[in-house]
């Protein structure tokens, strides 16, 4: 079977080779949030904000922050605003983030194996940015979350849409294009190495994830309990098209991002 280059199936699980690769890479990741052509920026995070809505008052849990993103706007909207990352690195840019912005972030460092220690109906949102591809155990994840969450409350779930690991850039006469290379239900565990996992030297960062269906993150959250209130796979905005046209084209031909908000039942 043809995969992406650079990839291939490996024995599981995703971590902690996920968990060392990214604390490696964190610079080169730190460098990319910084840049104006971001499909993160142009894609990814506006979609999400209006998925997740008014949230003055609320509570909030990021696992896997990072720079927080999502915390210092969630702090800036008026949420009380947690975040959960393993990599050092990256707490510290969270740290600087909240700093510069005038907020108050509760971060800690730590993956999904610290969401026990949180309390029964602790937060009214649980957000999974980017991050559930290195998870091992999501539905065991997903359970952890309905616990953690108020009667009301909801999960918030950003991915790498599950078509984008199914496909390849191909050149072609009028330029690139994307085209599928393996099945779309061949599920596994996959080691790869892309332009993002690069070290200082620029020497290449090997990182395991996990290739899943769109099926298999629905199925995991109604077996925790959860019901599924949107999915979305988001276009860019038009200040997206005006910033970065050909990332935002091939977005439009194959889409980046599968965003899911599911409520406690």
Excluded at 70 to 77: D, T
Excluded at 93 to 114: I, K, N, W
Aim: proline residues 6%; glycine residues 8%; negative net charge.
């Amino acid at each position: 079977m043809l995969l992406p280059p650079h990839t291939r199936y490996t024995d599981g699980p995703a971590d902690p080779i996920s968990r060392e690769a990214w604390a490696r890479a964190a610079g080169n990741y730190l460098a990319h949030c910084a840049r104006e052509r971001n499909w993160n920026k142009l894609i990814e995070i506006p979609a999400m904000r209006r998925l997740l809505g008014d949230v003055r008052g609320k509570r909030t849990l990021e696992v896997g922050c990072g720079p927080a993103h999502y915390s210092v706007w969630l702090a800036q909207q008026g949420a009380e605003a947690w975040g959960l990352d393993p990599v050092e690195a990256l707490l510290d840019a969270a740290r600087r983030s909240a700093e510069e912005a005038g907020v108050e972030l509760r971060l800690r460092q730590g993956g999904v194996e610290c969401l026990p220690e949180y309390l029964d109906g602790q937060f009214d949102i649980v957000l999974f940015p980017m991050v559930l591809e290195y998870v091992d155990d999501i539905a065991g994840t997903f359970r952890e979350a309905h616990r953690l969450l108020s009667p009301e409350g909801f999960v918030a779930i950003s991915l790498v849409h599950p078509m984008r690991s199914f496909s390849v850039k191909h050149e072609t006469e009028g330029g690139e294009e994307l085209r599928i290379v393996s099945g779309y239900v061949e599920r596994g565990v996959i080691e790869w190495s892309m332009w993002i996992m690069v070290d200082e030297e620029g020497n290449g960062i090997p990182c395991k994830s996990h290739r899943r269906t769109i099926e298999d993150y629905v199925e995991a959250l109604v077996g925790a309990g959860f019901l599924i209130e949107a999915l979305r796979e988001p276009d860019a905005s038009p200040e997206g098209w005006a910033v970065d046209p050909r990332n935002c084209r091939e977005n439009h031909h194959c889409p980046d991002f599968l965003l899911l908000k599911a409520v406690k039942r």
